[in-house]
């Protein structure tokens, strides 16, 4: 068996003032795999996220490992060009002045040649065909243009592993469908937090379900979602599209 | 209180610029040197809040009329002095450049007024008088006597700029007896926004405010600090309130690069008005305008009679051309692109 | 700031983003000429007014290749003049000392210098103005990066012009709130108006927590890096070398008054 892209062992984290956010999480990812992780506001989504790149490293207990490093503040430069972040909202995440500033911040950061850094740039732009807005300000974008773009920032970074918390947030039907056939294209390994249990469905063939911390159910996508007794007790809905869907498929 | 650049002479616009430039490079290097890189973005976007929480008004007790924050010692008792300080003369470089809000020659003097006083100034006090005691009632007066102070140097700042750049007329005594008691007001309305705003903060998240201390400044090297560029700037104003009463002729130099061309200049305009004087159309204006010129400005005898009227031919001229030139150029990127 | 001035500057950001000859400029040039062009202004003497005229040229100049609506930036300077119009006002009261008469009417030294003042006025002002919308705050802010500015306070300018347009956004819809709770006036009694701002304030901060965590994820490490900026090019160094030797010959000769002698010479 190969090395899981992403790996977490025992994971516990309590936040300073005591709230316990994560209680002994446990699970591997295959590399090139897309696994959507969903649960119940507060049920510790964006904990485990903030861990999976570093941005959180002081648990209490457990590991969590990237390829073969394990995370730790030594690591964490190491870690952070493998594990790219997609954040919930866009203008958090595009602070540069342009599109192309933006995207080009991850690969400067890195001390990448000019050269390179526009090789990135136009690539991972290109990946999410935003090209055509390279010079325009962040706030002039529609929403989706913005959620892209913020895409591409870390595309640009070439990560072994995409991490996004809610990345159909505030889309359009539209927009949110080009996100999803754009998620679907990727070959990355690919962790999704997300309320939207219908991109789930389309993207991802597995699902993990988080409640108070635990993991409480980990599997084949479908098989989860349709267990309506388990999604009921952990706050969840079964999504309407599989009800139309062949429990096979 | 936001200085145009009409009313500014170069040399006080430039003297200035040069002491508000190097406290700008001094505070960028404080906040590199303790950084806290989390202060980049964090400055950005209080900056973006001081603009946006101007939108938001209050009725100011015991009147009709409505006050917003101004921000600048809010600002550093949140964020420390230094980084409010860059904070501060972002807003009023953005407030200059998209608003003409304060001219970008007064850009200086506007970063001394009402960023370099109130948070060096008004804030030490501040935090003399609360010792980290926000919410108190004791923060409350600190917040109001503190933002007066501030304001009101402010104000003496812009008097004082204004009087030695000597292009308005209007005498130093009332000009303070003017913008003395409108500052002490705004200063009052500014202290009730800022302790009102601050205690809510301390209520809701005190560890906001307890962060900041151990990043904060002693009071000895400020006041050092201020003395310095209090010697700087009185010694810059004396000098011209002595030695050119509107503080023109220096800067003329400065620009020209020699005191002979003003003296060159002058010369000019003599000889072109001799050379008027024998070939001018209007010639009785001409002449009866030149001996009330001779009388006006002595700080400027140059201007004389044939200047005058060939000044305001001439003068319409250009601005005819002007208009004619600025038509041109717009006309013609649309006919390339027929 | 009222809810207008945000309209404003969006159309500001709009007028930056135009490409025209005069925004394909270097940003360096434009900024090293209007100050220049400043200086130049304001270091006339306090009666002068007809050597200023042949200044016009450079604002106008630049507005119109710029494409920028005229209209545009006269209206901008209508709403900032007050201040320099009010201050400027006093100088016909305190000096009535007869200078210059034009046909019957006879000017006042304090009428001459308020004339002068607006004038002044005008061309500074529209000199910034035109510098700005025909340049954007992105590459204005990277051009002054260039020309020395520390970088902290140019990231700063940045960040803080990037962030205006999302937090006027939360400020507004704070205020929508509000009017639609209360009736009457905008205006709020002191405890309602801090626990606004407070949130505002508190909301903030939050966010700018969250950029950083987005920009640590990224590889930040205290240094902000700009992409390479164009290098300036010969247009660019005959812009500033025609603009400052024209400037400097307005500054040293009257040219307007050359102008009046020349044609009064012509006509008799």
């Known amino acids: ?249 | 209180m936001h200085m145009a650049d009409a009313l500014l002479s170069p040399a006080v616009g430039g003297t200035l610029w040069a002491v508000s430039g190097g406290l700008i490079a001094f505070c960028a290097r404080k906040v590199k040197q303790t950084m806290q890189d989390h202060l980049v973005p964090l400055m950005g976007v209080m900056g973006a809040f001081v603009f946006a929480g101007q939108m938001i008004n209050f009725s100011i007790p015991g009147t009709g009329s409505s006050g917003h924050l101004c921000g600048g010692l809010m600002l550093a008792i949140l964020l420390g002095p230094w980084a409010a300080f860059l904070v501060i003369a972002s807003i009023l470089t953005i407030q200059s450049l998209f608003f003409a809000d304060g001219g970008v020659l007064a850009l200086g003097c506007n970063i001394f007024n009402m960023g370099f006083l109130p948070v060096f100034v008004a804030y030490p006090l501040y935090k003399l008088i609360t010792k980290g005691r926000h919410g108190s009632p004791l923060a409350w007066a600190a917040s109001i006597v503190s933002a007066v102070i501030g304001l009101v140097l402010g104000a003496f700042g812009v008097v004082l700029e204004t009087t030695a750049s000597g292009i308005s007329e209007l005498p130093f005594g009332s000009f303070v007896l003017v913008m003395l008691p409108i500052h002490l007001a705004i200063g009052l309305v500014e202290g009730l926004a800022t302790a009102t705003v601050v205690s809510f903060v301390f209520r809701a998240r005190p560890e906001i405010l307890q962060a900041e201390p151990e990043a904060g400044i002693r009071i000895r090297p400020i006041l050092v600090g201020l003395a310095v560029a209090a010697l700087v700037i009185g010694g810059a104003f004396s000098w011209f309130a002595s030695t050119h009463p509107d503080g023109l002729e220096w800067s003329v130099v400065r620009v020209s690069g020699s005191e002979e061309v003003a003296g060159s200049n002058a010369e000019i305009h003599q000889h072109l008005a001799g050379f008027q004087r024998k070939v001018a159309f209007l010639p009785d204006y001409g002449f009866k305008a030149g001996e009330a010129e001779e009388e006006a400005c002595d700080a400027w005898p140059s201007v004389s009679a044939g200047a005058t009227v060939s000044g305001l031919v001439g003068g319409s001229l250009t601005l005819g051309l002007v208009v004619l030139t600025g038509l041109a150029l717009r006309l013609r990127p649309v006919r390339q692109a027929k | 700031m009222r809810l207008a001035d945000w309209t404003e500057i969006g159309r500001m950001d709009e007028l930056g983003r135009m490409d025209s000859p005069v925004h394909r400029l270097d940003p360096r040039a434009k900024v090293l000429v209007s100050l220049v062009f400043i200086v130049l202004v304001m270091s006339f003497p306090r009666y002068e007014i007809s050597a200023l005229v042949p200044f016009l040229f450079y604002p106008v100049g630049l507005i119109a290749l710029a494409r920028i609506p005229m209209r545009h930036i006269m209206k901008k300077m209508l709403i900032a003049a007050p201040f320099a119009l009010l201050i400027g006002l006093v100088n016909p009261l305190f000096d009535r000392q007869p200078m210059c008469s034009v046909g019957p009417l006879e000017l006042s030294g304090g009428w001459v210098s308020f004339i002068s003042i607006l004038f002044r006025f005008v061309l500074t002002v529209s000199a910034a103005l035109a510098l700005v919308a025909g340049t954007g705050m992105y590459r204005l802010g990277a051009g002054l990066e260039r020309l020395g500015l520390p970088r902290v306070f140019a990231m700063q300018l940045l960040f803080l012009y990037r962030y205006l347009f999302v937090i006027s956004d939360e400020a507004a819809r704070i205020m929508r709130g509000v009017r639609l709770r209360s009736v009457g006036s905008g205006a709020l009694g002191l405890r309602v108006y801090g626990s606004l701002v407070g949130q505002l304030l508190l909301r903030s901060m939050d966010r700018a927590d969250r950029i950083y965590q987005a920009m640590v994820a990224r590889g930040f490490d205290g240094e902000i890096r700009l992409l390479q900026q164009s290098v300036p090019g010969w247009c660019d160094a005959v812009f500033a070398g025609c603009s400052l030797i024209l400037l400097g010959a307005a500054r040293v000769w009257n040219l307007s008054d050359l102008l009046g002698i020349w044609l009064a010479g012509g006509v008799s």
């Open chain 1, 1 to 249: 068996m190969s090395i899981p892209a992403v790996a977490v062992y025992d994971l516990s984290y309590a936040y300073p003032d005591g709230t316990e956010a994560l209680r002994g999480i446990t699970f591997t990812v295959e590399p090139g795999l897309a696994v959507a992780l969903v649960g119940a506001n507060g049920a510790g989504k964006s904990t485990l996220l903030q861990h999976l790149n570093g941005g959180l490293f002081n648990a209490r207990q457990g590991e969590v490992r990237i390829g073969e490093t394990v995370v730790s503040r030594k690591s964490v430069s190491l870690v952070r060009h493998a594990v790219g972040m997609v954040f919930q909202d866009s203008d958090d995440q595009l602070f540069m002045p342009t599109v192309a500033e933006d995207v080009a911040f991850g690969p400067l950061n890195a001390g990448l040649s000019s050269e390179e850094v526009e090789r990135r740039v136009e690539s991972a732009l290109e990946r999410v065909g935003m090209t055509q807005v390279r010079e325009r300000p962040p706030y002039r974008l529609s929403a989706g243009e913005k959620r892209a773009v913020a895409i591409a920032s870390v595309l640009a970074m070439e990560p072994e592993v995409l991490v996004m918390d809610e990345p159909s947030a505030n889309l359009d039907p539209r927009a949110r469908r080009r996100l999803i056939e754009l998620l679907r294209s990727f070959g990355h390994t690919r962790i999704i937090a997300t309320h939207d249990l219908e991109l789930a469905v389309e993207v991802c063939s597995r699902v993990i379900v988080l409640d108070e911390g635990r993991v409480v159910a980990d599997g084949p996508m479908v098989g989860i979602l349709n267990d309506e007794a388990l999604m009921e007790e952990h706050g969840l809905e079964r999504p309407h599209i599989l009800r139309h869907m062949h429990p096979h498929t």
